[in-house]
């Protein structure tokens, strides 16, 4: 059996061509028949059947004998029960389908013994997103663009809506990369979804002197919860605090469901209704977040955001939701993959630094500023600062200074 070269191989090779591998994702919408969808949804239950499987077994052989079992070693053994006729269904999906559920679980422990993640959990059939994931072999994920559908394993030509951005740019270049793995989505509310990973190779970039770049082609941007994103030059974007918006209508819907017959037929109605609300809520803040983070990388050489540290912000039990609800996370990650597709430059400054303690003028640091004040007055030099554009600003200041030490 010939090896196959990994990412860091043929990186290696490509680069003397002057070219590198691009991996990216593309998640489109699916317009499912009724039996593609109940194939999904048996192949999506298969897959857990054997992520749990595999996970069990690893956990009695450690309990057993203090070693591991392999996945090539259980792969066997789950090849010989699906031949069992009261496991016959587990031949129903694609069979990669099955081999991409079991080296997730591969996957959780390595994250696990890397401090990344918890301890790897069963999956439930109870949660608002069940999904299983398939990859490509001998060219069976196929994109077509201009009858607008994707080829999946077992499932066939799947009917699907790409964005009029996606489309605009297949238009202009094509598709030159290759689908290399497929996962599909389906959602409380019923909707389907297909999340692809594509390869592509790209030409190499020539390096850029960033020092070189002039001062008001560089912004600093300190994210708040009053304002969402307040810049350098002083700017301010409200927050639109998706979530707390539609509370009141979420409440309203969870009372009903409260006074349903759990599981009825109009238990599960309200359910999805529900789960429709809650998936509204997600769309509309990522594209929010979209549009925010392309018009920051369109506009700006260098953006220099903060390193927040959001998971131990969300302790505090009265700011948690807010500061879900805002997303800065998903912001920031937006903006890095952005600026690295137009060859823009993203600093992070380190997350102890006293942004909006300290005077842009003087540099005098104000220890007793608390969070409730939005404006104060420097001891030192009198200057009277607005709390999150003084911020935004010696944010601005300590970007340029790492990019020229770096």
Known sequence: MVRRKTVVERNKEL??????????GMKIRAITTPAQYQLIVKSIGCARFAYNAYLAEKQKTYKETKKAISYSAFKKDFVVLKKNPAYEWLSEPDKFALECAMEQVDDAYDRFFKGQTGYPKFKSKHTSKQSYSTKETNGNLVIDFEKQRIKIPK???INVRFSKGQIASFQES??????????????????????????????????????????????????????????????????????????????MLQRRLKNKIKGSSNYKK??????????????TRKDFLHKESR??????QIIVLEDLNVKS???????????????????????KYKADWDH???VLIGRFFASSKKCNGCEEKNTLLSLSDRTWVCSKCGREHD??????KNIKEEGIRILAET
């Open 15 to 24: 680069e003397k061509e002057g070219k590198k591998l691009l991996f990216y």
């Open 155 to 157: 499932l066939g030509w």
């Open 270 to 283: 309200q359910q999805q209704q529900i789960a429709k609300l809650h998936l509204r809520i997600t769309n």
């Open 387 to 392: 709390r999150d554009l003084n911020a935004a």
């Open 295 to 300: 018009k920051l990388v369109n506009e700006n």
């Open 344 to 346: 823009k430059k993203i």
């Open 313 to 335: 912000m969300i302790k505090n039990r009265r700011l948690a939701r807010s500061i879900s609800d805002v997303g800065w996370s998903t912001f920031v990650t937006f903006v």
């Open 174 to 251: 094509g598709f030159n990369g290759k689908v290399k793995a497929a996962t599909l989505t389906v959602h409380g509310s019923q909707q389907t979804h297909i999340s692809l990973r594509i390869e592509e190779v790209v030409s190499l970039r020539e390096e850029t002197d960033w020092t070189t770049i002039p001062n008001e082609k560089i912004i600093g941007c300190d994210l708040g919860l009053t304002h969402f994103l307040i810049d350098s030059n002083g700017n301010k974007i409200e927050n639109p605090r998706h979530l707390k918006n539609s509370l009141g209508r979420l409440a």
